[in-house]
């Protein structure tokens, strides 16, 4: 059963940090792509960031989490890792894993490449 699983939301004060993890399920993960993309209240689907599947860990990250994000894989746990880092009150919203087949990591921004979502978790950051 094809299943993306999220972990690690909750409540922060700005400055913190917190870790997300995706546990991906019934993909072939060697093969897989995966991206975080969030939604605050009242706003659109944004992108935050990929890595792909491909020797050399192709990775991409909006421009608004860049330098304070990182995303990394463990391809024996098949799980993907957000560490968040120097969080802002604007970084509020509910976290969702996406995964894809796109060969490189900036195809998995566009929402039409996102094959599966998952159930997503919150994160919220008081100020």
């Known amino acids: 059963q094809l299943q993306l699983v999220e972990s690690g939301g909750g409540v922060v004060q700005a400055g913190g940090s917190l870790k997300l993890s995706c546990a991906v399920f019934g993909f072939t993960f060697s093969q897989t792509t995966v991206a975080w993309f969030r939604q605050a209240p009242e706003k659109e689907r944004e992108f935050v960031a990929a890595?792909?599947?491909?020797?050399?860990?192709?990775?991409y990250f909006t421009d608004s989490v860049r330098g304070r994000f990182t995303i990394s894989r463990d391809d024996v746990k098949n799980t993907v890792y957000l560490q968040m880092n120097n969080l802002k009150p604007e970084d509020t919203a509910v976290y969702f894993c996406?995964?894809?087949?796109?060969?490189?990591?900036?195809?998995?921004?566009?929402?039409?490449?996102?094959?599966?979502w998952g159930q997503g978790t919150q994160v919220t950051i008081s100020s």
């Open positions: 890595i792909t599947w491909r020797s050399g860990r192709g990775t």
């Open positions: 996406a995964a894809g087949s796109t060969r490189d990591a900036h195809a998995m921004s566009d929402l039409t490449n996102v094959k599966l």
